[in-house]
Every structure is written in structure tokens, then in C-alpha cells.
């Protein structure tokens, strides 16, 4: 009444749609699609309580025609929100491969073949982590990097893809930023680069060919598992830190630690 029309379907669009306008970005026809569901399971509900208390249905049909009814709400808002997160999710990989490869000056057909390799490997890797985890799974893991790798290789050039590998890093862009004040050449720079990606190799082979975690049983309880430091990892930091102390000194070890650069044990 003191609204109207129009000022009431923006008022209570505002509020059914507040929750998924939290979580998602939706365009404006999938706000009128969602509204729809909302204001018509909303609607349904009220009827299904007044019949409840108006006589006409007991406890047990109105519990029942309320379970079916929330189940096919939940499976057209799902549906909804699920259309809309990956529309957004296809936005956000477009736009994070374009801050990625923005020094690269790639041709408009290579960017479009880079989205749809990604796209790809995200979608892959998606089927991956939600089905259940088992024996295979390190190896599966492998063979969808190295795709991945593969993809980028192809599409980039063997130059342009190293290019790409250390301009996203985030240890090879602080060694860039701080190189005079950490006194560094360009021969410091990819020798020290170098060092951390086979560091990182390392381990990466290490986790496909031993189990993920190493577990002992907490003597108080049988059923708290405590999870250890790997012992390969634990020496492999251990050794890169002494390469680093013995290329660098101690003072720059230490400013190299200081911004994050050397992993620590814990």
C-alpha cells in the first residue's frame, strides 16, 4: 500500500535475493529467474502453513508436502546458482589470464586458445577433486599438470612460457623489485630462480611417489591422528636454506626470509 506495485517487487526482490547477491554475481536476467523461485517457494510455504492451521492438513501431510517442496526449491535454486557461478568463474579466469600474460603481447587467437585450454584444464581438474580420492590419484593429478604445461607450451613457445612461469612467480618478481636493494645481478636473479623451481620439483615428485601425510597415534586417544612434518620435506627446506646461507651471506638470507621467499619449517 505505500509502496506500489513496483516500489514493492523491488523491495521484496531486495530481500529474497540478499543471500545469493552475497555469494554470486548474477546478471540481471538471472536475478528475475531467481526471484521468481524465491517469491514462489515463499508463496507456497504460506499457503501449506495456513491450510495446516485452518484445519485442512495435519502435521504429517504438511511435513511431507513441505520436504518435496523444499527439495524442488533447492534443485532450481542450485541449478540457478550453479549457471551463474560458473559464468562469473568464466569471467574471473578471463581476466586473471589477462593480468597473467600481460607481458607477453600475445596475439588476440592466442589469448582465445590460452581461455579455452584453461577452461580445459579447470574443468578437468574440477571432475578430479569431487570424485573420491584414491591410489590413482597422485598420478591423475600429474597427468593434468603436465597437460596443463603441455597446453601452455604449445600455445606460448618453450621461451614464452618460462617467460610466463617466472613473471607469475611470486619469488622471482620480489628478487625483480628489490634487486638493487638486495644487490643482485640478472645472473643472482635466475640462478637463485632456478634454485627454488627445482625445490619445488622436488617436493612435487616426492608427494606423487609417498603418501600425502604421515600420521602417529596420540597415546591419549587412538582415534586423534597427529600429523607430522615429512622428514624429506623437513631436510629438503633444511638444504635450501643452507644453499641460499652460503650463496647469499647471512644478512640477505635474512631479508630473503623476511619477505617470504624461504619456506620455513615448522
Known amino acids: 500500500a505505500l509502496l506500489g506495485d513496483d516500489g514493492f517487487e523491488h523491495w521484496n526482490k531486495q530481500r529474497l535475493l540478499r543471500s545469493a547477491a552475497s555469494e554470486f554475481v548474477l546478471t540481471t536476467a538471472e536475478s528475475d529467474r531467481l526471484y521468481r523461485v524465491e517469491k514462489q517457494h515463499e508463496e507456497h510455504v ?20 513441505r520436504k518435496t517442496l523444499d ?11 550453479t549457471q551463474g557461478r560458473r559464468e562469473v568463474e568464466g569471467e574471473n579466469l578471463i581476466a586473471g589470464l589477462k593480468s597473467e600474460t600481460r607481458h607477453l603481447n600475445l596475439s588476440a587467437q592466442e589469448f582465445a586458445e590460452l581461455v579455452q585450454a584453461a577452461r580445459k584444464n579447470m574443468e578437468a581438474e574440477q571432475e578430479l577433486e569431487s570424485a573420491p580420492k584414491d591410489a590413482s ?27 610466463f612461469k617466472k613473471g607469475n612467480d611470486f619469488r622471482y618478481q620480489q628478487m625483480k623489485q628489490y634487486q638493487q636493494l638486495w644487490q643482485l645481478s640478472d645472473g643472482d636473479i635466475t640462478y637463485l630462480y632456478q634454485k627454488f623451481v627445482t625445490f619445488d620439483k622436488s617436493l612435487e615428485d616426492h608427494r606423487i611417489r609417498a603418501p600425502q601425510t604421515l600420521e602417529t597415534t596420540d597415546a591419549e586417544s587412538k582415534d586423534s591422528p597427529v600429523v607430522q612434518t615429512d622428514p624429506f620435506e623437513h631436510d629438503a627446506r633444511q638444504q635450501l636454506e643452507t644453499d641460499l646461507l652460503q650463496y647469499l651471506g647471512e644478512q640477505r638470507l635474512q631479508r630473503f626470509k623476511a619477505a617470504g621467499l624461504v619456506p620455513q619449517n615448522e
Open 46 to 65: 504460506r499457503d501449506l502453513t495456513q491450510a495446516r492451521e485452518d484445519g485442512k492438513l495435519d502435521p504429517l501431510d504438511y511435513n511431507e508436502q
Open 71 to 81: 527439495d524442488d526449491y533447492q534443485k532450481e535454486r542450485a541449478a540457478l546458482l
Open 137 to 163: 590419484y597422485a598420478d591423475k593429478r600429474r597427468a593434468l599438470d603436465l597437460a596443463a604445461e603441455s597446453d601452455l607450451t604449445r600455445i606460448l613457445g618453450s621461451q614464452r612460457f618460462e617467460d
